[in-house]
């Protein structure tokens, strides 16, 4: 069999080949992966694979991803029975492992999944990894998923199962693979030290928690949002069998460093069990009076026993999340929880909620909230539950955003909209996408999105400053850019949205918040290219008023991703520049940020982007591309900056 290509962790998606090198001058450069399991069935055995029950397992030869063995498991007589490999002693606690494997129905069609068994003191835990994914006996389907073990355990098994037949199937050519974690900086001010006007906290999973995670966590931060452990579908999965197994540990850590905690989230749409929404008669629930009474009894009931159980210790709570939907004409979202009890659910939840948890401050919590429409819709709303005596203390701006959107006016708008409200307001999910689009894909963050994020960051927490009577919190909706949920919304595809790396190095996002004086705006690609590509590096040089350094920084059977860097070393300040340069090698540019492509046959010309138009004396910018090569990839012996040639350095 052939050895798969070592996973790359930005590639979330079954990989090609790809060299990745870091582009980021700030970022740590992501060393290659160090593979720990490898199973190919190639030697005819099982390789240690072993049944969850009673199943059969064989190596097979009818079909193989790589090779021509695969193993195949048979015999099922439940959905859940499928091969499981025993990992325990080879994954460590706290570090990162992308695991991948190829699946393939025997006949027919299903959903497989990829999970984790893992048992602390005889009690199962199991982990998804990789959620419900359509396989058939036509083709090979890849599964792969990140996973950190943040608990101590006695048993630990990886295994695959299907949703809902026990058809036989194969698996073949499963990894595991990890980049080695490095030391957290305590040498850099603490993002908290520093913004002392309220507290900023860090949305977490148990994987934030442990080793240098939970380093970085206590470091930089003063608050926590168990990103999904509070949810209706962690904490009462069946009706009234209330369940703290993955909040609890978050809880007890929190507890353990002084960490305060928001409570996320009492009621949502998503992430809520079926039954909730299922009527007595076992069919979806319909507008009545007698679903009506059930929903709201199941409310108050799942309240009344969530918040209970953390008493004190949840200093905030989401009591609702994203019930505005602009696009209606009353901006009231169409959830079943509206559909069945009008605006009702919403005044049992923080009646409940205040009830129970009176110390608490109630949040009603949304997404684009600077979007005038659903501002508006959310103002009005406020204000005639309040007017009603509906007990909301505050109002949650979740702040998923981009690199390009929102404005700082329309951010400001969003603050001051609530003003009169005379209620607090929290940043309560704030990313920042290097994303503009969900057509860009980008395998590793170009230092110009970076730098762009950075100036993002730098603003809107300066603004939030200047707002401290108002604010009372900024949550982070991740620690570090190696767990966010961008990674897999909108597309799948790497993001970087966060204050600190993959690795966990500080990005220039954080310096854009802890001292923007550090931002290094000339910042440049990291010199260190791939050993695969060559030449990475222009060595002709002319004269000019501007030097062009030019790096392919990544490079794979066709494609590659190219920074260049360009300086005005004129004595006169640019308000807009074209950039010109010539492929040799019949190279192709299809995708470029930071500024406006054109390409016709060689010819390369690059005129600026509105924010990067204006090139000072000394000063400069830096853009990136993804291209296509065939044969040879040379670099461009010549540029040109409006008409002048420049220095190749
Ligand atoms: O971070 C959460 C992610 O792990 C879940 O898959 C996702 C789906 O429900 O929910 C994410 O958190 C959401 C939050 O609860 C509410 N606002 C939007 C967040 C991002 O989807």
């Given amino acids: 069999m052939r050895a798969l290509p070592r996973l790359a962790l930005a590639a979330l998606t079954a990989a090609a080949t790809v060299a990745v090198v870091s582009a980021t001058a700030d970022a740590a450069a992501d060393p290659a992966p160090i593979t720990v399991l490898t199973s190919d069935f190639e030697d005819g055995t099982v390789q240690g694979w072993a049944g969850r029950s009673a199943e059969t397992l064989a190596p097979s030869t009818a079909v193989a991803h790589g090779g021509t063995n695969s193993l195949l498991v048979s015999g099922r007589t439940a959905t859940w029975q499928g091969p499981s490999l025993d990992v325990f002693g080879t994954f460590e606690k706290g570090t990162a492992y992308t695991i991948s494997v190829w699946v393939r129905m025997a006949s027919g069609s299903d959903n497989a999944r990829l999970s984790v068994e893992r048992h602390t003191a005889g009690v199962a835990s199991y982990d998804q990894v990789v959620g419900n994914t359509a396989v058939t006996s036509g083709a090979w389907v890849n599964l792969t ?46 993002v908290k030290d520093v913004v002392t006007e309220f507290p900023v906290g860090a949305a977490i999973t148990g994987a934030e928690t442990v080793t240098e995670h939970g380093r970085l966590l206590t470091k930089h931060f003063d608050s926590v949002t168990p990103g999904n452990a509070l949810k209706w579908d962690a904490t009462e999965p069946t009706e009234n069998t209330f369940t703290y197994t993955q909040a609890d540990p978050l809880m007890a850590f929190a507890k353990a460093n002084g960490l305060a905690v928001r409570g996320h989230t009492l009621v949502w749409h998503n992430q ?7 009527g007595a008669d076992g069919q979806p629930m319909t507008a009545t009076a007698e679903n009506k009474t059930l929903l709201l009894g199941r409310l108050e009931n799942h309240i009344r026993n969530v918040a209970a159980h953390y008493g004190t210790d949840i200093g905030v709570w989401d009591v609702v999340n994203e019930v505005i939907d602009e696009s209606q ?26 009830e129970v948890a009176p110390h608490a401050k109630l949040y009603i919590n949304d997404y684009n909230t600077n979007v005038p429409a659903k501002r508006d819709f959310l103002f009005t709303l406020i204000q005639q539950l309040k007017a009603e005596g509906v007990p909301i203390d505050g109002v949650g701006h979740q702040m998923h955003i981009n690199i390009n959107w ?6 400001e708008s969003m603050l001051t909209k609530f003003m009169p409200l005379n209620i607090d307001q929290q940043i309560t999910e704030m990313d920042v996408s290097i994303y503009t689009s969900n057509s860009e894909t980008f395998p590793t963050p170009p230092a110009d999105r970076l730098l762009k994020q950075a100036y993002v960051y730098r603003d809107m927490f300066a603004l939030f400053r200047r707002y401290s009577s108002e604010i009372t919190s900024v949550t982070l909706w991740g620690l570090a850019d190696d767990n966010t949920w961008l990674d897999t919304f909108p597309v799948t595809r790497k993001d970087a949205p966060l204050l600190f790396d993959t690795r966990l190095q500080a990005k220039q996002a954080y310096w854009g918040v802890a001292d923007p004086t550090k931002i290094e705006t000339s910042a440049s690609p990291s010199p260190s290219v791939s050993a695969s590509v060559s030449p990475s590096t222009s060595t002709s040089t002319g004269t000019g008023s501007c030097a062009v350094t030019y790096r392919v920084t990544g490079s794979w059977p066709g494609g590659f991703q190219g920074d260049v860097k360009v300086a005005n070393t004129g004595g006169v300040a640019l308000g807009s520049w074209k950039l010109a340069w010539q492929f040799t090698g019949g190279q192709q540019v299809s995708q470029l940020w930071g500024g406006a492509v054109t390409q016709s046959g060689a010819a390369v010309t690059v005129t600026n982007a509105t924010w990067n138009g204006s090139l000072p004396a000394g000063g400069s910018t830096s853009l990136g591309f993804l291209g296509s090569w065939t044969g040879s990839n040379p670099v461009p012996a010549a540029f040109t900056l409006n008409g002048t040639t420049c220095t190749v350095l």
Avoid: K
Wanted: charged share 20%; no cysteine; net charge negative.
């Fill in 272 to 278: 809520t069990p079926s039954w909730v929404f299922t």
């Fill in 329 to 354: 004409p009353d901006g009231m979202r169409r959830s079943t929880w509206y559909n069945v009890t009008g605006l009702d659910y919403i005044r049992t939840a923080f009646r409940v909620a205040r």
């Fill in 406 to 411: 929102p404005s700082l006016v329309d951010t």
């Fill in 145 to 190: 998923g990140r996973y950190t073990l943040a608990a101590d355990v006695d048993l630990l098994r990886v295994y695959v199962e299907t949703a809902s037949t026990t058809e036989s199937f194969h698996i073949d050519d499963v990894t595991a693979a990890y980049v080695p974690a490095l030391p957290v900086q305590t040498d850099i001010p603490s």
